[in-house]
């Protein structure tokens, strides 16, 4: 079966589904279901997608799970001791718990799902794991046991609204922080980029650090570091995780009123900051570390005569300075499209202009606090 997983990896798996099993006792629609969470696998998960004999638990688990490179990221804040991770799912943030702690026990209430981790575990040489299937905020209730961290991945609840904060997720952390406290010095928790980080600070208490974690300018989630003995104020620390890793730090409060405001001009340079320092919120503390100016108060652009390659997201040098009546008259135009505070979503503006896509060449449509709405002809010079 493993076989013929590998060899339809490629196969449209609707056309499985639909097809006869070649295996007795396995339908066709288990392993339509294996080969899709497989090829899901992929990228996100390659250490599971290469070893031998995976098995996989509904494509749903994949999608929701961590990626390998931010589960290796929270590795690195665990302290090396012994970890328990109350919602282990389908067992990605344990096994690199694994790596870089003594032991550690992961907890998951869905059965099948916790049977699944612990199958594979072996496979892929995690040794020191031990796997309950049980609801890991009722295991500590019944337990006297000590952990140097405690990490919990609460779902939020499907009621919820697109804003939401902790108090609407299961397990609720909120409820039960005094619980997590008594049986650890230092608590992980995880949490969708939608969770407000000023509602977050609100719900929560000894907040050390709130880690914005983003993969090729995607903010994937926010990290909660709390420590049972800190009452300072908490460290917002924005990484980007390509192939390089970039980070942004500050305090809470560090933010400055004002930014200075420059006029866009070909031969500049524009920087656009990566989503994990806008989700971080310090939009003028970003220019004066990096010594830049602002184009428009509202518009997160900023402008230097120099390229500083250490800056975490995209730098574009200025060709052009255009306007709309410009573009009406331009034929052939060619060009990526960003929007950054400006009226047309980017969509649109493909359509109303006749945009054709360009790697290298950009259109970005934007607000100028001195001449209003522009269009930056722009050369891409450095990505995420």
């Not at 980007?240 to 340079?269: C, D, H, V, W």
């Not at 108060?297 to 300075?321: A, C, H, K, M, W």
């Amino acid at each position: 079966m493993q076989e013929y997983i590998r060899e339809h990896q490629h196969t449209d798996v609707h056309q499985l589904a639909m097809a006869r099993s070649p295996f007795p006792g396995i339908s066709a629609q288990e392993l339509a279901a294996q080969i899709a969470a497989r090829k899901k696998s992929a990228r996100k998960l390659p250490s599971w997608h290469s070893a031998e004999g995976i098995y996989y638990p509904p494509l749903l688990s994949v999608e929701q799970c961590s990626s390998e490179i931010t589960a290796a990221y929270k590795a690195e804040l665990t302290t090396g001791g012994r970890l328990i991770d109350l919602t282990g799912g389908f067992g990605v943030d344990s096994f690199y718990f694994s790596k870089v702690n003594e032991s550690v026990t992961h907890c998951e209430i869905n059965e099948e799902l916790s049977a699944i981790a612990s199958y594979n575990a072996p496979l892929l040489g995690q040794e020191n794991t031990s796997f309950l299937a049980a609801d890991g905020i009722e295991h500590l209730k019944n337990s006297a046991e000590q952990f140097s961290t405690i990490y919990i991945d609460p779902a939020r609840r499907s009621s919820a609204g697109k804003v939401f904060m902790l108090k609407d997720c299961s397990p609720d952390v909120v409820d039960n922080l005094d619980l997590l406290l008594a049986h650890t010095d230092c608590l992980l928790i995880k949490t969708a980029p939608l969770l407000d980080i000023s509602a977050g600070l609100k719900e929560l208490r000894n907040v050390a650090a709130i880690h914005v974690l983003s993969v090729k300018n995607e903010c994937k989630e926010l990290i909660w570091l709390l420590e049972k003995d800190f009452h300072g104020t908490a460290q917002i620390i924005c990484t980007t995780l390509n192939s390089s890793r970039k980070e942004f730090s500050f305090l809470m409060g560090e933010e400055t009123a004002t930014s200075q405001m420059a006029i866009p001009a070909a031969g500049k340079y524009l920087y656009e900051p990566d989503v994990a320092l806008l989700k971080g919120g310090a939009f003028n503390l970003i220019a004066e570390r990096y010594q830049l100016k602002k184009i428009h108060p509202q518009t997160q652009l900023y402008i230097s005569d120099v390229i500083n390659e250490t800056f975490p997201g995209r730098i574009f040098r200025i060709d052009n300075i255009l306007s709309a009546a410009d573009l009406k008259k331009a034929k052939n135009l060619t060009g990526s499209v960003i929007v950054r505070n400006y009226p047309e979503k980017a969509a649109a503006l493909v359509e109303k202009y006749h945009i054709r896509p360009d790697d290298h060449q950009f259109l970005i449509f934007a607000q100028a606090e001195s001449s209003g709405k522009i269009i930056l002809k722009s050369t891409i010079l450095q990505h995420y």
